[in-house]
């Protein structure tokens, strides 16, 4: 019988992590609700102890997810495992993930602490997560620039404590593949109760070697790999969920191991992840990209057409490519809208929130004569109140005309206040943005704007990220509209509220 490799999925965490990518509470649950029909073994859910907004994030997650276990981070301390043991309380099944510098560097500048007493830090940390839990993962941090024998000691140590779990990390995405998989093989050979355990990887991207390392990692028997949808993550990101279970698939020739994913599944993650981070996939990026199946060239084409195997190693469909081939239209009723919605993992608290939603769906319905899962998604993303959703769009008016300058006049709602601007501008964006700003005064610069259309076709509802930044702090905001400037206009109202939400967050670097 070939191995189980878990898969364990780190986007709601490191993936978080990235700048601008942080998600609210419903959009994590959103998330994690699709990782759980991939049948995602393990979900990383958040670090508890980070903030309240994550305390309640992460339990969120562990109170709907029922087939997978969810997973909260905490540093090897007393007051992280308690918080993350709390928010994990109504999970199924959960999983505390703790972790402790190994490095000569960190322990003596950051943690200030003798190697024996790392040891005995670690060793009480699992000990007290068992109150919580059996199922306790821990991590070495900064294990690549670790002293070797040093590492072995520590890990025998915390399996003795119960760690079922070992996670060796490239924190800084430094090593090679060769390389990688010999310190798993050598780990795995010279800690004498090492086969009491699950081996695991988490590998960053710096030099695109994330994958690879990991698969390296793999053959070298880690048992589980941690890793992102589209990848992403702090920096250049983690490894790609995406990448690694379909390397594995593809060549079972290969592996000794395949995952429990469902495949078809994997295309709409990425959008949906993409859609609530704004952080769109690249074309060419392998698996999820919009090009990565298709063969422009005639040559190639003609060789589909005979004989499928000739240039594709994979199919569109088994990666979840033509499977939002929905259609709802102006003419489908609440009934279907909202099976259709439950089909997606979206569920409302209220019967007034999807009355409010299916008046949306109409309205767009009106404008789009199909409606796709991505159009729902985008809706839903628009849609959903937010505590910290303070100001909202209520008109705008943008003209655009050849010869003329183009100028904008919005409206927005702050609580029951109506506050007017209007501006000119380069373009009825600029011009919107200008008006906006005269409102609310932020400062803020822009980084980033960008437009994708959701599904195809002119009549698509266009999606627009606005990244900002003030005082060090970056945000993605997102709008979704078949109008582009509405889109904008939205985009940078949903940026300027998460600016000015109070999320604090401590980012460790795992
Ligand atoms: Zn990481």
Not at 216 to 242: D, H, P
């Amino acid at each position: 019988m070939r191995d189980h490799l878990i898969i364990f999925d780190t986007t709601l965490r490191d993936g978080e992590q990235s700048p601008g990518a942080s998600m609210t509470k419903e959009e994590k649950v959103r998330i994690a609700r699709q990782l759980e029909r991939m049948g995602v073994d393990v979900i990383e859910a958040g670090f508890p102890a980070a903030s309240n907004g994550d305390f309640e994030a992460v339990k969120a997650v562990a109170d709907t997810i029922k087939d997978s276990v969810v997973c909260g981070l905490a540093r090897a301390i007393e007051a992280d495992i308690n918080r993350a043991g709390e928010a994990l309380r109504g999970a199924n099944a959960a999983r505390i993930h703790t972790f402790i510098a190994t490095s000569p560097i960190h322990m003596k500048n950051k943690l200030r602490m003798s190697p024996e007493q790392v040891i005995e830090q670690a060793v009480k940390a699992i000990q007290w997560a068992r109150r919580y839990t059996d199922n306790i993962e821990f991590s070495p941090e900064d294990a690549g620039r670790s002293e070797i024998n040093f590492l072995c000691r520590v890990l025998e140590a915390v399996i003795d404590a119960g760690a079922k779990t070992l996670n060796i990390p490239d924190t800084v995405g430094y090593t090679m593949p060769d390389q990688f998989g010999r310190l798993i093989r050598t780990l795995r050979e010279r800690i004498p109760n090492s086969d009491k355990v699950v081996f695991s990887v988490h590998c960053h991207n710096d030099l695109g070697l994330a994958v690879a390392n990991s698969l390296s990692a793999v053959i070298n028997g880690a048992r589980q790999v941690e890793c992102t949808i589209n990848g992403l993550g702090e920096r250049a990101g983690n490894a790609a969920l995406e990448e690694v279970v379909m390397a594995v698939r593809t060549r079972q020739d290969f592996f000794p191991c395949d995952t429990r994913i469902d495949t078809t599944h994997i295309v709409p993650a990425s959008k949906l992840v993409s859609g609530i981070t704004g952080f769109p996939v690249q074309p060419n990026k392998a698996i999820v990209g919009a090009n990565a199946f298709a063969h422009e060239s005639g040559i190639h084409q003609d060789g589909v057409l005979k004989h499928r195997e000739t240039y594709e190693i994979m199919r569109a469909e088994d990666v979840g490519w033509g499977a939002n081939k929905l259609l709802l239209g102006k003419h489908s009723g609440r009934n279907a809208f909202r099976s259709r919605l439950k089909e997606l993992g979206i569920e409302f608290e209220s019967e007034e929130m999807l009355n409010t939603m299916f008046v949306r769906f109409k309205d767009l319905a009106d404008k789009k004569h199909e409606i796709f899962d991505e159009d729902l998604h985008a809706l839903v993303s628009d849609e959903v109140q937010t505590p910290e959703e303070h100001y909202r769009l209520l008109s705008l008016i943008a003209h655009s005309e050849t010869g003329e300058i183009p100028f904008a006049r919005v409206v927005i709602a702050d609580g029951n206040n109506e506050l007017h601007a209007e501006s000119e501008g380069s373009g009825p964006v600029d011009a919107t943005f200008r008006a906006i700003e005269k409102i609310l005064n932020s400062g803020a610069e822009l980084q980033l704007f960008s437009v994708n259309n959701i599904t195809s076709g002119t009549d698509a509802q266009g999606e627009v990220t606005v990244r900002l930044q003030k005082s060090g702090r970056i945000v993605n905001g997102h709008g979704a509209d078949t109008d582009i400037v509405v889109a904008s206009a939205k985009a940078y109202l949903s940026a300027f509220n998460k600016l000015y939400s109070k999320l604090e967050k401590a980012h460790p670097q795992v």
